[in-house]
């Protein structure tokens, strides 16, 4: 079948790389794509969010399956314009429709949904500017540091941990008077801190039927020792050695379960992925956010630990048959270590030459923010440029594949952290 990715990240490329080595695969086609994902199909220059432009496209091009990387477009709407298509419904799109995106486009929802279908996760309150003293006084006395969240898409930067009441009153009228993160801020979820290890779960679902990919726990701050800004993520470590066999069977019964059924009872037919981010307290699983699309660094170590057939998963997924698909992942450890352009995730350098890349034997090269140049040369366009993943039987082993491979590469002001994986391995010490 002919199949199109959309997107243009290193997650976009660990889909396109997996699903290139599926002999369902015909013609794959990336929208828009980057350096890294025209080596295995062709790229589109079509905006994610043109929905008109790709659902001509699809038709041109006799598509038959639609890969949603970013979760824009399904909060959006893009598989609601498929389906409100005739000629476009029949079309499977891996991704859930508006209503089941509102699990990461609105905090608030989320929240609710967890409230109404006994999800564990923090208490929380929501507030808006018309509610702003009431929120002004509930954090006045709320226990130090206290989550705000933007109740909409913020590009990641929508969470404010407050360390004092001061701090959360001022950062609450930040928000809600001031428009810190523009119309995403209207509402704010206030929500208690929950103090454990962090872990995501990624689920791929039918509707009905789920698979649980392998976990992965990733790195979020710029600097090492988890220390300065947050980014869209610097690294990520499967298997996650916290997250057993008793922990995950936790996850399944009060978390996966209660959601998939939750959003069938809402009567939303959700199909895709669902990342749970997870903290882990104790040994108790609960829920900080849900996203309805694949983490990015997560997705190019989580896909590499995938032995089935990726169109086949993806394909049933679309048609409510998950449960006839053979799924199988691998016992290997897989590590991801992100470089970025230095100032990142403050301002850099675009259009910087980067060479070394096909000397990398040791790790999979995942392009993010790549682009090729009129000479066929790569060039820096993005803040997270390249990801490389190393495998191994051990952390150890993993690790040091992975940063061999960054060792071959190189640009102008290149930046990447030396240290992720070092506290998986202390955990396992």
């Known amino acids: 079948m002919n199949i199109l990715v959309l997107g243009s990240g290193g997650r976009e490329h660990a889909f396109s790389w997996k699903i290139s080595q599926s002999n369902h695969c015909d013609k794959l086609f990336i929208a828009p794509g980057n350096a890294g994902t025209a080596g295995l199909g062709t790229n589109v220059a079509i905006n994610v969010n043109d929905f008109e432009a790709i659902g001509k496209f699809v038709l041109e091009n006799d598509i038959e399956m639609v890969v949603v990387g970013p979760e824009d477009p399904l909060v959006n709407g893009i598989k609601d314009y498929f389906l409100a298509d ?16 509102r699990l990461e486009g609105s905090k608030d929802f989320s929240k609710q949904f967890m409230g109404k279908y006994k999800v564990p996760t923090a208490r929380s309150k929501t507030f808006t500017k018309d509610t702003l003293e009431e929120g002004l006084n509930y954090v006045s006395s709320h226990p130090t540091p206290v989550v705000l969240k933007a ?47 962090e872990v995501s779960v990624f689920v791929l679902t039918d509707g009905k039927n789920y698979k649980i990919l392998p976990e992965a726990k990733d790195y979020k701050r710029i600097g090492e020792n988890d220390e300065g800004l947050n980014t869209g993520g610097m690294g990520a470590v499967t298997p996650v050695p916290f997250a057993d066999a008793e922990f995950m069977s936790k996850v399944e019964e009060r978390i996966i379960k209660p959601t998939v059924n939750g959003l069938a009872a809402e009567g939303i037919e959700y ?20 996203n309805v699309r694949m983490g990015d660094p997560e997705t190019q170590a989580v896909f590499t630990r995938i032995d089935s057939d ?94 061999n491979g960054v060792a071959q590469i190189s640009w102008k002001d290149e930046y990447h952290r030396k240290d992720i994986g070092q506290d998986i391995l202390k955990l396992l010490k």
């Open 271 to 290: 199909t895709g992925f669902i990342f749970i981010g997870l903290m882990s307290m104790n040994g108790e699983p609960y829920v900080i956010e849900y």
């Open 151 to 197: 109740d909409g898409l913020a590009a990641g930067k929508g969470v404010i941990i407050a360390q004092t009441n001061e701090e959360a009153r001022e950062t609450l009228k930040e928000m809600l008077v001031d428009a810190k993160f523009g119309e995403a801020s209207s509402r704010v979820v206030i929500e208690q801190f929950l103090e454990g290890i």
């Open 86 to 101: 005739e000629t476009l419904s029949k079309i499977g799109v891996v991704g859930p429709p508006k209503a089941g995106a």
């Open 310 to 403: 990726m169109v086949e998963l993806l394909k049933a997924s679309t048609n409510q048959s998950l449960d006839k698909v053979p799924y199988s992942i691998s016992e290997e450890t897989a590590t991801t270590v992100v470089m970025v352009s230095g100032g990142y995730p403050g301002s850099y350098e675009k259009g910087n030459v980067i060479s070394g890349i096909d000397s990398v034997e040791s790790a999979t090269v995942f392009h993010a923010g790549t682009k090729l140049s009129d000479a066929g040369e790569v060039l820096t366009n993005g803040g997270r440029v390249l990801a490389l993943t190393g495998k191994g039987d051990s952390v150890e082993n993993a690790l040091e594949n992975a940063y």
